[in-house]
């Protein structure tokens, strides 16, 4: 299955919190299910800046040692990807805003995440996802 690495706390926000854009400088034709695979990496000041602007959308995120990392967290559906030069809810400017629906929790798998988009064997999804 198709996977995404989505730095902490935005994905837990997509997962949790309704987060319905993700913000990428390419764009995706694919439309579709996709995991969210939570990377392992996050800064104290990445974290810092990714909560106040959940604060501005009115969510609470969890502190940042409560979030998983590295491990597939989710699954959400794209349906659509357009550039917009303006900020709207989720979206960044001058970003491609992934348009995300159906966000669902899965037991947590572990696993190593990679840039852009990639696989995740069928098997360990169909053990957590069913």
Not at 20 to 49: F, M, S, V
Not at 67 to 87: E, P, Y
Not at 106 to 123: A, K, N
Request: charged share 20%.
């Amino acid at each position: 299955m198709k996977a995404l690495s989505v730095r902490q706390p935005w994905a837990w926000a997509i997962i949790y919190a309704l987060k319905d854009i993700e913000n990428r400088g390419w764009p995706i034709h694919y439309r579709g299910d996709i995991l969210i695979h939570a990377a392992k990496t996050c800064t104290r000041k990445e974290y810092q800046l990714a909560r106040e602007f959940c604060q501005g959308m009115g969510v609470v995120i969890p502190e940042l040692i409560s979030l998983r990392r590295g491990q597939v967290i989710g699954i959400v559906t794209i349906v659509d990807c357009k550039f917009s030069q303006v900020a709207s809810g989720w979206g960044m400017p001058g970003q491609y805003h992934w348009k995300l629906e159906n966000p669902r929790e899965i037991t947590p798998i572990p696993y190593i995440g990679r840039l852009g988009i990639f696989e995740v064997p069928d098997d360990l999804v169909m053990e957590v996802a069913a």
